[in-house]
């Protein structure tokens, strides 16, 4: 099983800050997703990285793939409250696997 | 609405019970695929149907089935229902296979009591 660890676990921080986390594995993926999952609701995809070395922007999330295409980072800046929720990666591969996600809440 | 419709909302049932969800992918969408999420274990994958047939399994239980249909609704069967069963049951669909990103339906909560 191809396991996707996330990290950190939970994050608490003020609007206006910026931050940054994790999907890390031990191996290689095809393609990397992330989504965002709100309390109640399902997930929603937000980007779909492919390249090895690639970044997406999507206003102010910006997403790399690792080059190894091993691992992955999203990074907010500025965050507002209505980036509160749960942030999860997902391997493009035939394990289906999620990691466990990071609980992200911004404080206003 | 993101095009996946999953019902019912909430289901509260008693052990030993079975119970049936529905999950109607996006307009166009043939693969569907199952996920349990509980509080301590995450998104865990169950199945995945494409275009009718069983593509993958992964942590399904023996007492669990699924099965797609020729109008590409599928349906999870859940059956001699434990506590342990209470959490949310998510719908995904995607056009094809499973490299793709998925869109989801908002789930349903079952409460096994």
């Known amino acids: 099983t191809q396991l996707l660890e996330q990290s950190p676990q939970f994050l608490s921080i003020q609007e206006g800050e910026n931050l940054t986390v994790y999907c890390n594995s031990s191996?290689?993926?095809?393609?990397l997703q992330w989504y965002r999952q709100e309390p109640g609701e399902g997930p929603v995809l937000l980007v779909t990285v492919v390249t090895g070395g690639e970044v997406k922007k999507l206003k102010r999330l910006t997403f790399q793939f690792g080059d190894a295409r091993k691992d992955s980072s999203l990074h907010i800046t500025a965050a507002q409250p209505g980036d509160t929720g749960l942030y999860l990666c997902k391997g493009g591969s035939e394990k289906l696997v999620f990691g466990k996600g990071t609980k992200l809440t911004v404080n206003p | 609405d993101s095009g996946v419709t999953q019902t019912p909302k909430h289901l509260i049932t008693a052990t030993g019970q079975r119970v049936t969800l529905r999950c109607s992918p996006r307009s166009g969408d043939l693969s569907v695929y199952w996920y349990q999420q509980s509080l301590d274990q995450g998104l865990q994958f169950l199945i995945q149907?494409?275009?009718?047939?069983?593509?993958a399994k992964g942590n399904i239980l023996e007492r669990f089935s699924a099965q797609q249909f020729p109008d590409l609704h599928s349906e999870l069967n859940l059956s001699s229902l434990e506590l342990g069963d209470s959490a949310l049951y998510f719908c995904?669909?995607?056009?094809?296979?499973?490299?793709?990103?998925?869109?989801f339906g908002s789930g349903t909560r079952l409460t096994v009591v």
């Open positions: 191996s290689v993926f095809s393609s």
């Open positions: 995904a669909s995607s056009v094809g296979g499973q490299g793709v990103g998925y869109t």
């Open positions: 149907y494409y275009n009718g047939e069983e593509r």
